[in-house]
């Protein structure tokens, strides 16, 4: 079967404001009557979920790098291809809230294992399927973190300010690599001025792709 559907994936560090324009984008795609699949990383499947709530848990802290690693990937394996081929193959748009990209940026940058290796495991986790377009919500993490003030953080959000620095700049490395599926917003705009450039920039790209 081939996979006519359309595929979506938001990046960016923790507090950027990428849930919230996922959702966005998803109604908006509704209402032009598409079926849209919503997901979120790590999760979005019975299993995938149980491994997120090893990976987040912050009683977890003796949990190595290398295992982190392969415990996302176990999880985008599942998600792959439990959720996100089925659905692509049946004609519906995808979003996912973080994919692959995001191993590399807080596995490859953010960590430092070896970006090679992690492009192995995510080829294997992902049977190779990648989105048509990556949105890039990008934010200084001092903006970040003041955004995310009242809310407790989970296990790799607790990493901290040079973290994320490595983990934004990874982002902005890879929209350059891969600048034929990145857009990249800035996340000072309004909520509703990013969701404006965003609809327009799917719409673009869906209808070069149909
Ligand atoms: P979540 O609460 O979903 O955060 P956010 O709303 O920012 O996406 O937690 C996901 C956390 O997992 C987040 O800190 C980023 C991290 N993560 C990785 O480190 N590597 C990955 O491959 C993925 C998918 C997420």
Not at 24 to 53: A, D, F, Y
Not at 84 to 99: Q, S
Not at 103 to 116: C, D, H, N, S, V
Not at 142 to 171: C, H, N, P, Q, T
Request: glycine share 8%; hydrophobic share 40%; aromatic share 6%.
């Amino acid at each position: 079967m081939s996979m006519n559907g359309f595929f979506i994936s938001f990046e960016g560090i923790d507090g950027c404001g990428k849930s919230t324009q996922a959702d966005l984008l998803k109604s908006h795609l509704e209402s032009k009557g598409e079926t849209v699949v919503l997901i979120r990383e790590p999760g979005g499947s019975i299993i995938s979920e149980q491994i997120r709530e090893i990976l987040l848990n912050p009683a977890n802290d003796t949990m190595d790098a290398s295992t982190e690693a392969i415990l996302l990937a176990a999880s985008r394996s599942q998600l792959t291809r439990e959720v996100i081929i089925p659905a692509l193959e049946n004609g519906h748009v995808v979003i996912c809230d973080r994919y692959a990209d995001s191993t590399l940026a807080y596995q490859g940058y953010g960590r430092g294992i070896k970006l090679e290796w992690l492009e192995k495991l995510n080829a294997f986790a992902t049977a190779g399927v990648e989105p048509d377009i990556t949105l890039l919500v990008d934010l200084t993490v001092d903006e970040a973190l003041r955004r995310m003030e009242s809310k407790s953080f989970d296990r790799i959000e607790m990493e901290g300010v040079e973290f994320l620095e490595r983990v934004r700049s990874g982002y902005l490395e890879m929209a350059e690599s891969y600048c034929e599926r990145y857009f990249m917003l800035n996340g000072i705009h309004t909520i509703e001025e990013m969701s404006k450039m965003i609809i327009n920039k799917v719409e673009e790209i869906k209808s070069e792709i149909n």
